[in-house]
């Protein structure tokens, strides 16, 4: 496997019941090259996060991945409303989801630690107004 | 622990899985419904028990390479979420039973948090 792999997806926003495709045809892309299952996992679940919240949070975006011999770089990009405090939004448990979306089984306030515990590089930047910017980088053992 | 002990043990329906997925070898056990959680567990061939019930349910256990979703208190999955789980092969099973009730069975019979 010499060249890069890249694969683009938009991520339909309010649709819950498609929210995962992208990071399901990642996960199948990878699993299909042979790469360690644990690997496959992390970014798998890495993304499903960031996906589910482009999709709660954000109206959807765009995702891509670009996969290497040796590492997976996924950017998922949304216009939505941004993050206010990046550094409260990190902290386990802390969460501005609604009590809809905490009934659809998200909102625990989970998703950025699940996200960082997860990859080997999280990359985030928002502004308020304008929209978030996600960088996730997972390498292969 | 095999999937076919579990739909034992829980008095389940099973709303999809083969003869083949019934003898599929579970490890570990995870139980919430709240699916940030769930993803926060990585553990082989596990199960997921859960008083949820949405096609995101099934995505969760699929990132998670889970084996079989268990839905407590008779939840029935709606037909996305039975393809879902059909294409991916996950065992998803019914229990009438309560979740407490449901892993305090499972964990006396000898499934663990940790496998």
């Known amino acids: ?141 | 622990m095999k999937i076919k002990d579990i739909v034992r043990i829980l008095n389940a329906e099973i709303l999809f899985a083969d003869e083949k997925m019934l003898e599929t070898e579970v490890n570990s056990a995870c139980a919430s419904d709240m699916m940030s959680d769930v993803l926060a567990f990585v553990k082989d061939q596990a199960v997921l028990i859960t008083g949820l019930c949405n096609p995101q349910v099934v995505r969760t256990a699929v990132m998670m390479d889970m084996v079989c979703i268990v839905l407590v208190r008779g939840k029935q999955p709606d037909e996305i979420m039975l393809k879902l789980a059909s294409e991916k092969r996950i065992a998803m099973l019914s229990s009438p039973l309560r979740m407490f009730g449901a892993c305090g069975l499972l964990y006396e019979a000898g499934l663990k948090p940790e496998g």
């Not at chain 1, 206010?84 to 306030?109: H, K, V």
């Open chain 1, 1 to 141: 496997m010499s060249d890069v792999i890249h694969l683009e997806f938009d991520v339909a926003g309010n649709n819950f019941v498609s929210a995962g495709t992208a990071t399901n045809q990642v996960k199948d892309t990878l699993r299909n090259l042979g790469i360690p299952n644990q690997d496959v996992r992390r970014i798998a679940i890495a993304m499903y996060e960031a996906e589910i919240n482009m999709v709660i949070h954000a109206c959807g975006g765009k995702a891509t991945a670009d996969i290497y011999a040796d590492k997976i770089e996924v950017v998922l990009e949304d216009h939505g409303k941004g993050i206010e405090n990046i550094e409260l939004a990190m902290q386990p448990g802390w969460s501005t989801a609604s009590e809809d979306i905490r009934g659809l089984g998200f909102g625990a306030g989970m998703g950025l630690p699940n996200i960082k515990k997860y990859t080997d590089e999280f990359k985030i930047e928002s502004e308020v107004g304008k929209g978030t910017k996600v960088y996730l980088r997972v390498n292969f053992s």
